[in-house]
Structure formats: structure tokens, C-alpha cells
T-cell receptor, first 113, second 117 residues
Framework: GENVEQHPSTLSVQEGDSAVIKCTYSDSASNYFPWYKQELGKGPQLIID?????GEKKDQRIAVTLNKTAKHFSLHITETQPEDSAVYFC????????????FGQGTELSVKP | SAVISQKPSRDICQRGTSLTIQCQVD?????MFWYRQQPGQSLTLIATANQGSEATYESGFVIDKFPISRPNLTFSTLTVSNMSPEDSSIYLCSVEYQGTGPNSPLHFGNGTRLTVT
């Protein structure tokens, strides 16, 4: 089955710097890749997603890139702010299995003011 | 996006007892999903709950341990039965938001934080 690896497990950056989180997936049939932000005491919140027919997607300070050949995708956060501090999860799913997400292990991002 | 409400938000239970978690959505949805997040870990799908049919369980999860009800298109319950300390986790309800594309984004409630003593 699908396996998603996420790195790093923890990431500490200074406010204003960029942060990059990387994920690799094993099943080439996966075609949908969302990213979630989970703050303490809350459920995961979808922040951006990308489908396999697109190589890059951007939403303000957040961008995601996908390399289907290498089977990896990355989250880029620019101009980080303290409120970006949270645990970030990548995930993957196959066609018509949108509810069955395979999650990475999570990255705890800390943005220091 | 849908508003997903879970009850209780947290509970501390004795081993051997059962807890039923409720999930209410503010709009009708075809499919609802129950995930488990063990302490400090990632999320794992327990089962998919469809209205009018039995839930579909993922490998490693069984109906006797995690019975699910789905009486209508806005509500579902997950019961954690005969609990042991290993069941201490966050249990999350999620729904697909009917966006564009073959895979619709999945939205989560805030979860139920369960501690079994």
C-alpha cells in the first residue's frame, strides 16, 4: 500500500525566513496531495492541496510543488510568522479515494520572533 | 467548508468501559470518515461511514471494537468499546467537501481527546 515519508520531524526558523517541508510517496497511482496544519488542541486544517496534473500551486505565502517522476512534493512557507508555528502534515490519496488519506509523520514548525 | 462538531471534546475513561463519540455536520454529506491520532503521531483512517449501509473498516480495525452508526446525512457516532490504555488517542471525524476534481478536500472536526486509565 501507499507509504508517505515526511521530513524533517522538527523545524525551527526565525520570523521572516522561509520554511520547507518535504514528503515522498511510494504509490505512483496517488494523484491528490493535501497539506494540513494542526494547532494545539485543534483538528487538522487544510491549507493547500495539489493534484497530479499540476506541478506547482501557490496561495499567498504558501506554495506546494509536486514532482511526479521522483514521487515527492514539498510545502514552502515564505515570510514566516509566529502564528505559522504548528504541526504540518502532508498526505496522499489515490483516485476516487479522497477520504482515505495516507498521512506523513508530521513536522513541528517553530517560528521564533 | 462544512462545520463539523464533535462531542465530547475530551474525556477520561476507565478501562473496560465504552465511549460513544458524536459527530454533527452542518450540511448533508455523503461520506463521513473516522480517523485516529495516537499521542504525538500521525492520523490513521479507522473506517468510512456511509448513510444507509454498514461502515467500511480499514485493516487493523474491527466493528466489534469500533462500532459506527450513520443514521442520516449529517450525523455519525463512533464507539470505542471495552477500552484499554492503548486506546488513548484523539478521534477525529471528517467529511469531504464537494469541491472540484475527482478527490474532494477532506475537512476535520476538532477531535475527541480520549484518555483511558
Amino acid at each position: 500500500g501507499e507509504n508517505v515519508e515526511q521530513h524533517p520531524s522538527t523545524l525551527s526558523v526565525q520570523e521572516g525566513d522561509s520554511a520547507v517541508i518535504k514528503c515522498t510517496y511510494s504509490d505512483s497511482a496517488s494523484n491528490y496531495f493535501p497539506w494540513y496544519k494542526q494547532e494545539l488542541g485543534k483538528g487538522p486544517q487544510l491549507i493547500i492541496d495539489i493534484r497530479s496534473n499540476v506541478g506547482e500551486k501557490k496561495d499567498q505565502r504558501i506554495a506546494v510543488t509536486l514532482n511526479k517522476t521522483a514521487k515527492h512534493f514539498s510545502l514552502h512557507i515564505t515570510e514566516t510568522q509566529p502564528e505559522d508555528s504548528a504541526v504540518y502534515f502532508c498526505a496522499a490519496s489515490k483516485p476516487n479515494q479522497g477520504g482515505k488519506l495516507i498521512f506523513g509523520q508530521g513536522t513541528e514548525l517553530s517560528v521564533k520572533p | 467548508s462544512a462545520v463539523i462538531s464533535q462531542k465530547p471534546s475530551r474525556d477520561i475513561c476507565q478501562r473496560g468501559t465504552s465511549l460513544t463519540i458524536q459527530c454533527q455536520v452542518d450540511s448533508q454529506v455523503t461520506m463521513m470518515f473516522w480517523y485516529r491520532q495516537q499521542p504525538g503521531q500521525s492520523l490513521t483512517l479507522i473506517a468510512t461511514a456511509n448513510q444507509g449501509s454498514e461502515a467500511t473498516y480499514e485493516s487493523g480495525f474491527v466493528i466489534d471494537k469500533f462500532p459506527i452508526s450513520r443514521p442520516n446525512l449529517t450525523f455519525s457516532t463512533l464507539t470505542v468499546s471495552n477500552m484499554s490504555p492503548e486506546d488513548s488517542s484523539i478521534y477525529l471525524c471528517s467529511v469531504e467537501y464537494q469541491g472540484t476534481g475527482p478527490n474532494s478536500p477532506l475537512h476535520f472536526g476538532n477531535g475527541t481527546r480520549l484518555t483511558v486509565t
